[in-house]
């Protein structure tokens, strides 16, 4: 286990199984892993606000019960935070072809931000390749089952959701 603390960040809106697949997988690599909810002013509108998104995170790594795991939210670029925090790399995951070209060129701005903290990528297990969180919010919408892509506790609050804003 690499003596690190990784920083996992991202929007999280909300939390897919896919995310919990590359939790999962960071917290047998590296020391300690600190996931954190981005506060993005440039994103179109979130679903979830930031805390509910740390919510569904922390339960999420509880149920997994991995103690090496901490849910946390900042706002900046991911660059300070990861420095102010220790943590020398930033995880992010790599799913189909279509993530390549922003997470190069996120992966490039970062460095040249901050070149003493690198990013490693995973790829998430074969069954969430395809999945991602607009992918589950849009399901959800139209009444879909998301049983498939998200955990119980999201996936009761994404249907409370979307039956409040229907
Ligand atoms: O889950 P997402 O939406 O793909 O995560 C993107 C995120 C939050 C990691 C990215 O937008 C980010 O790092 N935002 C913080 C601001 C920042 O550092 N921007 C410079 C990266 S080019």
Do not use: W
């Not at 909810?37 to 149920?63: G, M, Y």
């Not at 020398?88 to 490039?108: A, K, N, T």
């Not at 959800?140 to 979307?162: E, N, R, W």
């Amino acid at each position: 286990m690499m003596k690190t603390l990784a920083l996992y960040p991202g929007s999280f809106d909300p939390v897919t199984k896919g995310h919990e697949d590359l939790i999962r997988r960071c917290a047998s690599l590296f020391e300690n892993v600190v996931v954190a909810v981005a506060h993005n002013p440039n994103k179109q509108v979130s679903l979830f606000e930031v805390e509910e998104r740390l919510k569904f995170l922390t339960k999420s790594v509880e149920i997994m019960g991995l103690s090496n795991v901490s849910v946390t939210q900042f706002s900046g670029l991911t660059v300070k935070f990861a420095k102010q925090i220790g943590a020398s790399v930033i995880i992010r995951g790599l799913r189909v072809i279509s993530d390549f070209e922003y997470e190069c060129s996120m992966y490039q701005a970062n460095r040249t931000l901050e070149d003493t903290i690198d990013t490693l990528f995973l790829m998430p297990s074969l069954e969430y390749q395809f999945l991602s969180s607009r992918m589950v919010r849009e399901i959800a919408y139209f009444q879909g089952d998301i049983t498939s892509f998200v955990s119980p506790h999201v996936q009761q609050a994404l249907l409370q959701k979307v039956k409040s804003t229907a």
